[in-house]
C-alpha cells in the first residue's frame, strides 16, 4: 500500500481537492473545513502526482502511473479522457498552466512531453532533454516561458 493522496488544488469555489495517488476515493475539503469523499471514475496503484486547475474550472490531475487522464469538472462531476502518452515507471509529477491556457505535464521519466489544451485536447511534443528522475516541479515566468525544476537532470529545460 501506499501513500493515499499526492497534493491538492483549490478549485474556484473554494473547495480543496486532495489529488488521487493511491486512494480510491476523492477526498475535499469545503472553506467551512468540511470533510467529504466522492467516487472516482479511475484508480490505480501510484496514479497521480499533483493537479491543476484550468482557466474553465476544471482540475486535471497530473497522470503519474495512470493510463487515463481523470479530471473534475467546475460543477463536480468526475470524468475520464485518454492520454497521447503513458509510463507504469512515473511518467510525470506535477503540471504547469501556461499564459496561453495549455496544461503542460512535468517530465519525471517522462521521454515525451504533454499537453492539455483549454478545450481538452491531449497533446505531446519533443522533449530536448530526457532522463530518469529529470524534473521535479515546473514554474512559469513572467515572461510565459515554463520552467522544468531540475532533479537529476543535469541541465534545464524550459517550454517558450
Not at 515546473?138 to 517558450?160: E, M, T
Request: proline share 6%; aromatic share 12%; with cysteine.
Amino acid at each position: 500500500a501506499g501513500s493515499a493522496y499526492s497534493g491538492g488544488v483549490l478549485a474556484p469555489n473554494g473547495d480543496i481537492h486532495f489529488v488521487p495517488y493511491y486512494a480510491n476515493r476523492g477526498q475535499k475539503i469545503s472553506p467551512e473545513g468540511v470533510v467529504s469523499t466522492y467516487s472516482l471514475v479511475y484508480t490505480t496503484y501510484d496514479a497521480y502526482v499533483g493537479g491543476v486547475l484550468a482557466p474553465n474550472g476544471d482540475i486535471h490531475f497530473v497522470p503519474h502511473k495512470a493510463t487515463m487522464g481523470q479530471k473534475i469538472s467546475s460543477e463536480g462531476t468526475v470524468s475520464t479522457y485518454s492520454l497521447v502518452y503513458t509510463n507504469d515507471s512515473g511518467a510525470y509529477v506535477g503540471g504547469v498552466l501556461a499564459s496561453n491556457g495549455d496544461i503542460h505535464f512535468v517530465p519525471y521519466v517522462a521521454k515525451i512531453g504533454q499537453k492539455i489544451s483549454p478545450e481538452g485536447t491531449v497533446s505531446t511534443y519533443s522533449l530536448v532533454y530526457t532522463t530518469d528522475n529529470a524534473y521535479m516541479g515546473g514554474v512559469l515566468a513572467p515572461n510565459g516561458d515554463i520552467h522544468f525544476v531540475p532533479r537529476s537532470a543535469n541541465c534545464g529545460q524550459k517550454i517558450s
